[in-house]
């Protein structure tokens, strides 16, 4: 290859002779940096391999497998490194895919599988001669590759080396290394990637590659092109992105890497490591409507609604980036409304203010089944569970009929115990009630993660803790959920955007769904209770943002009473529940007095909010409501104090 041995590879074979002195002995290992990540350099059969490890590694430590040229258009492996993947190779590059290198590329895959855990079925990634590679070694062992993706490959020796002038001393090591006896023996050779492309594709093997169309060095008519016309005869596809040119100075072989993003994904796609192959998403319905937007508009409004995990760094700023990256040309206006502690019955009612107040959204991803286990010491879990997470979808498709839905079960350690003994955990079973009945797509990230769990790839203790997981976690979440997304706008190309049918009747006709805060500036003080408008409790126990320093009626007394009055079916209130939070009595219309108790199980060090429901079965119209704290309080609670920032509407 005229440009590329000439200025690029004199860098490299320098280079690998370099390498070859300086590289630790058989046995030993040095740990080298790579573009901010740790490389791990050793010997392996008299070769200089490397890992580069990922900052978190995904489960199941998938991982990519370079073979040839691992520092040339490394973009791609970058964007793997960024979501866990390994990046390995061991050098045999000079042998041109000759059986002995593929003898060594056998002894490479066992001591990477077997010693250092890495996945049993990587990609393979070649750039120009690393076809050759590849190619051959796929046909070797086509169940043990999950993808290819490759560069400019070289898929038979006749077009490169043979054909490139200043390739003279390929030739002559193509020769010694496959044992040809002369150039004719070669040029007869069968064995050739163009030649061994049956196993390939009867193990249905995703293949991509990149190429540019003047590429003189391994022209692509002889190479590519070839090979998709003859995968297309035997029944299967090669997916081809073309440039028109590549630089002068390299007769069309070097260009500016295109869609690093796509083929990053493509191999992230094929390459996951998933037990039992299976998927933990539902479709449904779809996503076209947002992905017409995206890509018609250039706009797009994202909302992420949900509780701390919703609140909290991580999987929301991937899915940032990753909707950045996958439509780079779109404007998004991405609205956070994670708040801490709140599950699906405080969503249905702040929806309105947080959310859809700021426009119509085109997507709206929503977490609660986590904090929905808040309500599992009241008489009705399941109940409060469908009518929260049913008053979120049904208003947000009352506003805006073309809102796509994702709806996303986060775990909990006692979901693993239901799934354990062949149970869906009571919120999800609700939640997927409602994805079923209005088509919105979902994702039982909690099924996957005991999945993972039992089959060992690892362990709650050790690697994800606790509902809120560490960046392990967080990025098992963010690549769920973003192949939830490759697979929604993979299926939705193309097609036109249209209406949500909204059913004609509710689930559940207590359901949340005309859900919305009244002001407490408007309910009227009987007895007792003020009107704080910054109120702070300044007791040292923790709040949440957005929940101090706010206006709120505060009573601290048994008999302070306060009444509202609404219109609708359901009323409750938000309240902050915190160490010295007590009961509650309450009366709507001429009803009986009921009693609720507002401190959680939380409250002991944190105000937190906690929305109480008073009455969801009312008859349509105007309706009293007064509230009077009661004498006595929790036996953990410090006081009988009671403190509400909202009215909740209905």
């Known amino acids: 290859m005229s440009y590329v041995r000439q200025r690029g590879e004199v860098w490299r074979w320098t280079t690998a002779i370099i ?8 046995g030993e290992e040095q740990v080298s940096t790579w573009r901010g990540y740790e490389r791990v350099n ?11 490890r990922p900052k978190i590694a995904a489960p199941g430590r998938p991982w990519v497998w370079r073979t040839s040229f691992p520092d040339f258009h490394a973009e791609v492996d970058l964007e793997l490194l960024h979501h866990g993947w390994h990046v390995g190779f061991i050098n045999c590059v000079e042998m041109l895919g000759a059986d002995p290198a593929l003898d060594l590329m056998d002894r490479f895959y066992d001591h990477v599988t077997r010693e250092r855990g890495l996945a049993p079925r990587p990609a393979l990634e070649a750039v120009s001669r690393g076809g050759l590679h590849a190619y051959r070694y796929a046909a070797r062992h086509p169940r043990r590759i999950a993808c290819i993706y490759a560069d400019t490959p070289v898929m038979t020796l006749a077009s490169w080396p043979r054909e490139w002038p200043a390739a003279g001393r390929e030739w002559a090591a193509a020769l010694k290394h496959y044992g040809f006896a002369d150039e004719a023996a070669a040029l007869a050779y069968r064995g050739n990637p163009l030649d061994q492309l049956a196993p390939l594709a009867q193990a249905r093997l995703p293949l991509r590659h990149v190429i540019s169309l003047n590429d003189k060095v391994v022209p692509p008519e002889q190479n590519t092109l070839e090979a998709r016309r003859r995968l297309e005869q035997l029944g299967h596809t090669l997916d081809v992105v073309t440039v028109a040119a590549g630089t002068e100075e390299s007769h069309g072989h070097h260009f500016p890497l295109p869609e690093v993003f796509a083929s990053a994904r493509f191999i992230m796609q094929h390459s996951c490591v998933l037990p039992g192959d299976r998927e933990y998403f539902q479709l449904r319905a779809g996503l076209a409507n947002c992905l ?3 890509q018609g508009e250039k706009s797009g409004r994202v909302a992420f609604l949900g509780g701390s995990i919703t609140h909290n ?3 929301r700023d991937e899915l940032m980036r990753y909707l950045q990256q996958r439509f780079p040309e779109t404007r998004f206006e991405f609205v956070a409304a994670g708040i801490p502690s709140l599950g699906s019955v405080a969503h249905a009612f702040r929806l309105e203010q947080d959310v859809l107040a700021r426009g119509p959204l085109d997507l709206l991803l929503v977490e609660a089944a986590v904090n929905d286990h808040n309500y599992d010491t009241l008489p009705n879990p399941a109940e409060l569970a469908l009518r929260g997470m049913e008053g979120v979808v049904r208003h947000a498709r009352a506003v805006n009929p073309r809102t796509d ?3 996303m079960h ?5 979901d693993l115990a239901d799934y354990a003994q062949g149970r869906v955990p009571r919120p999800i079973a609700q939640h997927e009630r409602v994805a079923e009945q209005y088509g919105c797509a979902s994702l039982e990230l909690a099924r996957e993660v005991a999945d993972r769990i039992r089959v060992g790839q690892f362990t709650w203790k050790d690697d994800f803790r606790d509902v809120h997981p560490p960046p392990f976690g967080q990025r098992l979440y963010a690549n769920s959920m973003t192949r939830l997304l490759d697979a929604a706008f993979g299926a939705a190309a193309g097609a036109q955007p249209r209406d949500h049918a909204l059913p004609e009747r509710p689930l559940d006709e207590r359901s949340y769904a005309a859900g919305r805060f009244g002001k407490v500036a408007e309910a009227r003080i009987v007895q007792g209770f003020q009107l704080d408008a910054n109120w702070n409790p300044r007791d040292g126990a923790g709040t949440r943002p957005g929940f101090v320093n706010v206006p709120a009626l505060v009573g601290t007394r048994a008999g302070d009473e306060l009444e509202f009055e609404f219109e609708g079916t359901g009323c409750g209130l938000l309240v902050v529940a915190g160490p010295r939070s007590g009961r509650i009595e309450f009366r709507v219309d001429d009803g009986p007095v009921r009693q609720l108790d507002t401190y959680s199980p939380w409250s002991g060090n944190l ?7 008073l009455d969801d079965g009312l008859p ?3 309706h009293v409501v007064r509230v009077r704290i009661a004498p006595g309080h929790h036996p953990k609670s410090q006081g009988t104090q009671i403190v509400v920032t909202q009215l909740l509407l209905n």
Do not use: N, Q
């Open 19 to 26: 390498l070859l002195a300086t590289w630790p002995a058989a």
């Open 42 to 52: 050793f010997t392996l059969e008299g070769r200089p391999c490397f890992l580069t």
């Open 292 to 294: 017409a937007k995206f």
């Open 313 to 315: 760094p991580g999987w």
């Open 405 to 407: 839905i994702v709806l």
């Open 410 to 414: 986060f775990v909990s350690p006692s």
């Open 607 to 613: 105000h937190l909010p906690w929305p109480v429901i």
């Open 620 to 622: 349509p119209g105007k």
